[in-house]
């Protein structure tokens, strides 16, 4: 019999909690991860107020830096911990599908300097279109159609670029490359990018429209990603009838292995939180898993190196916490987590090698305190051991020390 009948893992995409112990061997912009601190520093540049996320114990979590990210409660309402990733990458699949068990020895491509001429070309060759070169590069979304979009609407040239993460992104305004062959040219981009030297985590298309100065991304994305190369506890839960809801672009990383309910993608956080809150509250919900991403953290701040726009999207997020907390039945776990780090206030503009905290709380808890420092694993370990399946690769289950 299962310990809680239902489990919420919310991610909070990036957040992380100062850096891992390896993260000297991760670079960003030259600079080694080794002094990042996603919730230290913007505690320390801006200010940070998370009361909600306070009081389950997040200003408990152990440190290893003077650097402080909320005062500790004398008397938690949950249990808290961080925790270090084992696999060999800091992008948003590999956190993910790690939290989900498996354990990524070879980690994704990136292409800090654009793809190579050789993908480009085969792309132009099937799809009859031209490729920007200029904007074949790290982009932000938004910025990439402000500066190609007017081009694009006069010449019908594919707007192709990446990011931080292991991605080949396609924009394309709607009224000049349709849908339908926007899809077909990410498939075949996808069907060229499945192994080394170019293997990607997911092909994004990415619709826009509107004019110049005035461009607005759709929301008609479509994420092409790799199925995890073995089976994670997604998988096992599936297997055993148990149902598994993702909300946000969980289905997306997972490439749908393992999901039965697929809540649909978030068009903001709050949006997330939506949906987040109909899903827990839909009676046939009865046991079960589900498994959400608040990404605005990661793409709308981290990447744009903005402390003020994160801590507010922080603010955000605690302040509609009780919300979530409040659609929780007696026998209910909520386990609140990251996949990353992504410091706004550090060099360059990528993710950094972080601990990720986890702040864990129920209803029907007596008990509080520290968790043991882990692995990314051991969320799925737990969820695994909850219900009475086979954990994935790696992990460890916490499951007996929440009383």
Request: proline share 6%; with cysteine.
């Amino acid at each position: 019999m299962s310990k809680f009948k239902r489990i919420h893992l919310v991610v909070l995409d990036s957040v992380g909690i100062g850096a891992a112990p390896d993260a000297h061997n991760f670079v960003n912009a030259g600079v080694p991860d080794g002094a990042s601190d996603t919730l230290g520093h913007i505690s320390k540049s801006v200010g940070l107020n998370v009361p909600n996320m306070a009081k389950i114990g997040l200003g408990n979590i152990e440190r290893e830096t003077a650097l402080k990210t909320v005062p500790a409660e004398e008397n938690p309402s949950g249990y808290y911990t961080k925790l270090e990733e084992v696999s060999l990458g800091k992008d948003t699949m590999t956190g993910h599908w790690e939290i989900m068990g498996l354990n990524i020895t070879e980690p994704f491509d990136t292409f800090w300097n654009g793809f190579p001429e050789e993908i480009l070309t085969k792309i132009e060759e099937f799809s009859g279109r031209k490729v920007i070169r200029e904007a074949n590069k790290p982009y932000s979304g938004t910025a990439v159609i402000d500066d190609f979009g007017p081009r694009q609407m006069e010449t019908g040239e594919l707007i192709i670029y990446t990011s931080a993460d292991p991605v080949l992104q396609i924009a394309a305004h709607e009224d000049i490359i349709p849908l339908d062959e926007l899809y077909r040219i990410c498939e075949y981009a996808r069907s060229i990018t499945l192994e080394r030297p170019a293997l990607l985590g997911r092909i994004i298309a990415r619709p826009y429209v509107g004019e110049p100065g005035n461009f607005t991304r759709t929301a008609n994305r479509r994420d092409l990603a790799v199925s995890p190369f073995a089976p994670t506890v997604l998988d096992k839960l599936n297997e055993a009838g148990i149902d598994t809801y993702s909300v946000g672009k969980i289905s997306d990383i997972f490439n749908g292995a393992g999901i039965n309910h697929d809540m649909g993608h978030n068009k903001s956080n709050s949006h997330g939180m939506d949906t987040l809150v109909k899903t827990m509250g839909l009676p046939e919900f009865e046991k079960g898993f589900s498994f959400t991403n608040l990404v605005d953290f990661d793409a709308l701040y981290g990447h744009r190196r903005d402390p003020h726009g994160y801590r507010d999207c922080l603010h955000e997020f605690d302040e509609r916490l009780p919300e979530i907390i409040a659609a929780m039945r007696e026998d209910d776990l909520l386990l609140i987590t990251a996949d990353h780090g992504n410091d706004p206030t550090y060099a360059g503009t990528d993710h950094t090698r972080e601990y990720i905290p986890l702040l864990v709380y129920s209803p029907s808890l007596k008990g509080n305190g520290h968790l043991p420092i882990g692995h990314f694993a051991d969320i799925s370990a737990t969820i695994a051991d909850n219900f009475g399946v086979d954990k994935a690769m790696i992990g460890e289950s916490f499951l007996d020390k929440l009383v």
